[in-house]
């Protein structure tokens, strides 16, 4: 490389971070000297420091441009180490515009180099630029490898804060994972790894994230504690983005302590202090003020906050807002009596939870790759040849099939109709079951013991619903739903879901898994959900009870609600637990059912 070129580049990278004005000349007048002289190794250098230049001036189409120039002349040249960079800095670019599947692509082919390199300290970036962009896409456990891997190389370079930040985001996905434990064991990890780490921010996010995590356990002081702590950090530390998301964080704790006028003010204070620099925080804030409208029943209030998080939760993509935004908005508008909206809105709910169950499930069945149970998928094969019945002229058999998925009367109305509308059915009783500390206990099992099992399982579980006049609606997982009253009306409907919740705990006793099984009686609005591969499904207030009762149970009991407790209290005897708290919920009276 000419010495006058060579010269032009150190120049140009000296005065990057502080005046980037000259950085952009002298990088410019280096690419023209390489472009004279024919130097493809100058061109991919000058290409990259340009791209550099306007990447931290916030210009990244143009920097996107410089990057790919990097790229291509760099290979040009054969100069590894700078295609794995300028890779590196485009994936960097596609990660801030939202560009998941080119982010990946540029940071697999950047890592693959640095592999070949034996860069390890590279190795270790590009794995942590991976796992942010499987973190973003929802791929958990592709982002926990990563995120393992690059906290391995880390602590062996002797990186603390590098390695702290990567169990930091390990810890993240334990938690939307729901393992809090687990959560925060990483969050305290990586504070011990900060220590003597001049990274106070990182500081701050790992104690938001560990209050959060406290505060999904219900050990409500030191949650309080820690977010306060993060709160007052970020104040003093000028972040308010760390700010936001302590607020967020403590509006949630004050939901779950019922005290919604502290929460109210936590939102307010939020959405005016905030200026956008933390869409996520905002989007909790409205959904929180959302929430307190729904309990003050100021339904339109409730609406406008709400759909303000909805857009939100699209504009930044995030899943999760999206999901619990949804679920709200579908109560507001039955509430409101738009029951088109409420089912529109339904659809949109179980399409995004089934979207996050499939990398749930991906953990917690490692190698099997199903969205659904057995069973499921075996309806689902079902379902398939039903659309094409005409076809291979099978209307008798298809008939028996549509029958065999869907409630008599809705399979009739479907098969006649090519439709079934929603209906509200104002008195029914819903069980929900879930297997305690599933993961854990199958952990050993083969897959193919492990659906094996599931299956004898949900066999006998469907068994009992039937004996007992209960519709299944659908496993989740590891969870059974169930339904009695639907699609017809049943006065006994209470009496039938607790006969049935008895002889499915009684059932599952000695066996390899615990379960808890919770029940609530109420309203609801069943419907078929989708146009592919449908299925009959039931929302509202009383689903989401319901699945509190079961997640606030305990193994091997049958916890009912107030509302189920006044039906069946001269049929069963019950064991009174007091109020206790139920996620988004407030205090409930839950009652144990004696067999």
């Given at each position: 490389m000419?010495?006058?070129?060579?010269q032009?580049l150190?120049?140009?990278?000296?005065?990057?971070?502080t005046e980037?004005?000259?950085?952009?000349?002298?990088?410019?007048a280096a690419?023209?000297?390489a472009?004279?002289?024919?130097n493809?190794?100058?061109?991919?250098?000058?290409?990259?420091l340009?791209?550099?230049?306007e990447?931290?001036?916030?210009?990244?189409?143009?920097?996107?441009d410089?990057f790919?120039?990097?790229i291509k002349y760099a290979?040009?040249?054969?100069?590894?180490k700078?295609l794995?960079a300028?890779l590196?800095?485009?994936g960097?670019?596609?990660?801030?515009?939202?560009?998941?599947a080119?982010?990946?692509?540029?940071?697999h082919q950047?890592?693959e180099?640095k592999?070949?390199?034996?860069?390890?300290?590279g190795?270790a970036i590009?794995?942590?630029?991976?796992?942010?962009?499987?973190?973003?896409t929802?791929?958990y456990?592709?982002a926990?490898?990563?995120?393992?891997?690059?906290?391995t190389?880390f602590?062996?370079?002797?990186?603390?804060s590098h390695?702290?930040?990567?169990?930091?985001?390990a810890?993240?996905?334990h938690s939307?994972?729901k393992?809090?434990?687990?959560?925060?064991?990483?969050?305290?990890i990586?504070?011990?790894?900060l220590?003597g780490e001049?990274?106070?921010?990182q500081h701050?996010?790992?104690?938001i994230?560990?209050?959060?995590?406290?505060r999904?356990?219900r050990?409500?002081?030191?949650?309080?504690?820690?977010?306060?702590?993060?709160?007052a950090?970020?104040r003093?530390?000028q972040?308010?983005?760390?700010?936001?998301?302590?607020?967020?964080n403590?509006?949630?704790?004050?939901m779950?302590?019922?005290?919604?006028?502290?929460?109210?003010?936590v939102?307010?204070?939020?959405l005016?202090?905030?200026?956008?620099?933390?869409?996520n925080?905002?989007v909790?804030?409205?959904?929180?003020?959302?929430?307190i409208y729904?309990?003050?029943d100021?339904?339109?209030?409730?609406?406008q906050?709400l759909?303000?998080?909805?857009?939100?939760?699209k504009a930044?993509e995030?899943?999760?807002?999206?999901?619990?935004?949804?679920s709200?908005?579908?109560?507001v508008?039955?509430k409101?009596?738009d029951?088109?909206k409420?089912f529109?809105?339904?659809?949109?709910y179980?399409i995004t939870?089934?979207?996050?169950?499939?990398s749930?499930?991906?953990?917690?069945?490692?190698?099997?790759?199903?969205?659904?149970?057995?069973?499921?998928k075996?309806?689902e094969?079902e379902?398939?040849?039903l659309?094409?019945?005409e076809?291979k002229?099978?209307k008798?058999?298809?008939?028996?099939?549509?029958k065999?998925?869907?409630?008599?009367?809705?399979?009739e109305?479907?098969k006649?109709t090519?439709k079934?509308?929603?209906?509200?059915?104002e008195?029914?009783?819903?069980?929900?079951t879930?297997?305690?500390?599933f993961?854990?206990?199958?952990?050993?099992?083969s897959?193919?013991?492990?659906?094996?099992?599931l299956?004898?399982?949900?066999?006998?579980?469907?068994?009992?619903?039937q004996r007992h006049?209960?519709e299944?609606?659908?496993?989740?997982?590891?969870?059974y739903?169930?339904?009695?009253g639907?699609?017809?009306?049943?006065?006994?409907?209470?009496r039938?879901?607790?006969?049935a919740?008895?002889?499915?705990?009684?059932?599952?006793?000695?066996?390899?898994?615990?379960?808890?099984?919770?029940?609530?009686s109420?309203?609801?609005?069943?419907?078929?959900?989708?146009?592919?591969?449908?299925?009959y499904?039931?929302w509202?207030d009383?689903?989401?009870?319901a699945?509190r009762?079961?997640s606030?149970?305990?193994?091997?009991?049958?916890?009912?609600?107030?509302?189920?407790y006044?039906l069946?209290?001269?049929?069963?005897?019950?064991?009174?637990?007091g109020?206790?708290?139920?996620?988004?919920?407030?205090?409930?009276k839950m009652?144990f059912?004696?067999?």
């Amino acid at each position: 490389m000419p010495q006058d070129l060579g010269q032009l580049l150190i120049e140009a990278d000296a005065k990057l971070n502080t005046e980037p004005t000259i950085s952009r000349q002298q990088a410019i007048a280096a690419l023209e000297l390489a472009i004279a002289t024919g130097n493809p190794k100058g061109m991919a250098d000058a290409y990259y420091l340009l791209g550099k230049v306007e990447y931290l001036s916030n210009n990244t189409t143009a920097g996107l441009d410089y990057f790919r120039n990097a790229i291509k002349y760099a290979d040009k040249a054969g100069d590894p180490k700078k295609l794995a960079a300028s890779l590196n800095n485009a994936g960097l670019i596609f990660f801030q515009l939202g560009k998941w599947a080119e982010a990946k692509e540029a940071y697999h082919q950047s890592l693959e180099i640095k592999e070949r390199l034996k860069d390890e300290r590279g190795v270790a970036i590009s794995c942590s630029n991976l796992g942010g962009v499987f973190f973003q896409t929802a791929n958990y456990p592709q982002a926990l490898h990563y995120f393992v891997r690059a906290q391995t190389i880390f602590d062996a370079l002797g990186e603390a804060s590098h390695a702290a930040t990567a169990t930091y985001n390990a810890g993240l996905i334990h938690s939307i994972d729901k393992n809090y434990e687990s959560a925060i064991r990483c969050y305290q990890i990586a504070l011990q790894k900060l220590v003597g780490e001049d990274d106070i921010l990182q500081h701050i996010n790992v104690l938001i994230n560990m209050g959060d995590s406290y505060r999904e356990l219900r050990l409500y002081e030191q949650a309080q504690n820690y977010l306060e702590q993060s709160v007052a950090l970020s104040r003093q530390q000028q972040y308010p983005v760390g700010e936001a998301a302590a607020l967020a964080n403590l509006s949630e704790l004050y939901m779950n302590l019922s005290d919604y006028p502290k929460a109210a003010e936590v939102c307010h204070h939020l959405l005016q202090t905030d200026s956008g620099v933390n869409k996520n925080a905002r989007v909790v804030a409205h959904l929180n003020l959302g929430r307190i409208y729904f309990i003050k029943d100021e339904m339109e209030s409730a609406r406008q906050q709400l759909n303000e998080a909805l857009h939100l939760a699209k504009a930044i993509e995030n899943k999760h807002h999206l999901k619990d935004v949804l679920s709200h908005l579908i109560h507001v508008y039955a509430k409101l009596g738009d029951y088109k909206k409420a089912f529109e809105n339904q659809q949109e709910y179980q399409i995004t939870r089934e979207e996050l169950y499939d990398s749930r499930i991906d953990r917690k069945l490692a190698e099997i790759q199903f969205q659904h149970d057995l069973e499921n998928k075996q309806k689902e094969t079902e379902i398939e040849r039903l659309r094409n019945v005409e076809l291979k002229a099978e209307k008798e058999k298809s008939d028996s099939l549509l029958k065999n998925i869907l409630p008599d009367a809705i399979a009739e109305e479907l098969k006649n109709t090519g439709k079934a509308e929603p209906k509200l059915l104002e008195q029914v009783s819903v069980l929900f079951t879930d297997f305690v500390h599933f993961t854990q206990a199958s952990e050993g099992m083969s897959p193919q013991a492990l659906v094996n099992e599931l299956h004898c399982l949900f066999k006998a579980f469907d068994e009992i619903a039937q004996r007992h006049h209960l519709e299944k609606i659908k496993t989740i997982g590891d969870s059974y739903m169930a339904a009695a009253g639907i699609p017809h009306p049943d006065t006994q409907h209470a009496r039938n879901a607790v006969a049935a919740a008895l002889e499915i705990a009684s059932f599952m006793s000695g066996k390899k898994f615990e379960i808890r099984i919770g029940i609530h009686s109420g309203p609801v609005v069943a419907g078929i959900v989708g146009i592919h591969k449908f299925q009959y499904d039931i929302w509202g207030d009383t689903v989401n009870t319901a699945s509190r009762m079961e997640s606030s149970g305990a193994p091997g009991r049958v916890n009912i609600s107030e509302a189920t407790y006044a039906l069946v209290k001269e049929h069963y005897h019950t064991e009174y637990r007091g109020e206790i708290a139920a996620k988004n919920k407030g205090m409930l009276k839950m009652y144990f059912v004696i067999p």
